[in-house]
C-alpha cells in the first residue's frame, strides 16, 4: 500500500549546523507534501508544503526540495537553533484522494547550544 | 484567529466506559480529520468528513469508534466501550476546500487542534 518513508529517525546538530530530513513516497500520483513540527505535548504545526508543480521552496531558515523522479522530498533547515529542536513530520497525500495525507514516520531533532 | 479546538484536553477513564471526544474547526473549513497518535503507529487517519458528511472510515481500528458531525462547528469521537489499547492523542483538524479542480496546486493545508490524551486504565 501507500507509505512514506522518513529518515533519520533521530538527528543532532550543533547550534548553527544544518539539518536535513529526507522522505520517499512509493506512488507518483501523490502531488502534495508538507510538513510539520511538533514540540513535545504540542500540536503538529505546518511549517512548509510543496506541490508536485515546483521543485524547491524556501521560506527563511527553511526550504524543501522536491524530486519526483525519484519520489524524494527533503526538508532543509539552516542556521539551526535550540528552538528548533522537535519532532518532523512529513506527509504526502494519498494518489488519487487528495483531501488525505500519509504521515512519515517523524525525525527527532535536537540542537545543541 | 480561534484555530481547532478540542476537548477535554486530557481523559483518564476505566476500560469499558464511554469516551467522548469533541472538535470544533476552524470557522469556513470544509474538512474535518480526526487523527491517533502513538509510539508505535505514529499519525495514524481514523475518519475525515466533507461539509459534515463522512467520506472515509477506512482508518477506524473498530466498530468500538465511531465519529459524528451533526453541523459545519462541531464533530465528535466516540469510543464504546474503551480498551487500554485505545490510550493514544487524538488530534482533530481542519482545512479549507481544495482550490477548484482538484490537482497538484490545489491542496489546502491541514490545521491541528491541541490534542486530547486518552487514558484508558
Known amino acids: 500500500g501507500e507509505n512514506v518513508e522518513q529518515h533519520p529517525s533521530t538527528l543532532s546538530v550543533q547550534e548553527g549546523d544544518s539539518a536535513v530530513i529526507k522522505c520517499t513516497y512509493s506512488d507518483s500520483a501523490s502531488n502534495y507534501f508538507p510538513w510539520y513540527k511538533q514540540e513535545l505535548g504540542k500540536r503538529p504545526q505546518l511549517i512548509i508544503d510543496i506541490r508536485s508543480n515546483v521543485g524547491e521552496k524556501k521560506d527563511q531558515r527553511i526550504a524543501v526540495t522536491l524530486n519526483k523522479t525519484a519520489k524524494h522530498f527533503s526538508l532543509h533547515i539552516t542556521e539551526t537553533q535550540p528552538e528548533d529542536s522537535a519532532v518532523y513530520f512529513c506527509a504526502a497525500s494519498f494518489p488519487y484522494n487528495t483531501d488525505k495525507l500519509i504521515f512519515g514516520t517523524g525525525t527527532r531533532l535536537q540542537v545543541f547550544p | 484567529d480561534a484555530g481547532v479546538i478540542q476537548s477535554p484536553r486530557h481523559e483518564v477513564t476505566e476500560m469499558g466506559q464511554e469516551v467522548t471526544l469533541r472538535c470544533k474547526p476552524i470557522?469556513?473549513?470544509?474538512?474535518l480529520f480526526w487523527y491517533r497518535q502513538t509510539m508505535m503507529r505514529g499519525l495514524e487517519l481514523l475518519i475525515y468528513?466533507?461539509?459534515?458528511?463522512?467520506?472515509?472510515d477506512s482508518g477506524m481500528p473498530e466498530d468500538r469508534f465511531s465519529a459524528k458531525m451533526p453541523n459545519a462547528s462541531f464533530s465528535t469521537l466516540k469510543i464504546q466501550p474503551s480498551e487500554p489499547r485505545d490510550s493514544a492523542v487524538y488530534f482533530c483538524?481542519?482545512?479549507?476546500?481544495?482550490?477548484?479542480?482538484?490537482?497538484?496546486?490545489?491542496?489546502?493545508?491541514?490545521?491541528f487542534g491541541d490534542g486530547t490524551r486518552l487514558s484508558i486504565l
Open positions: 468528513f466533507n461539509n459534515n458528511v463522512p467520506i472515509d
Open positions: 483538524a481542519s482545512s479549507l476546500a481544495p482550490w477548484g479542480t482538484k490537482g497538484a496546486d490545489s491542496n489546502q493545508p491541514q490545521h
Open positions: 470557522s469556513g473549513h470544509d474538512y
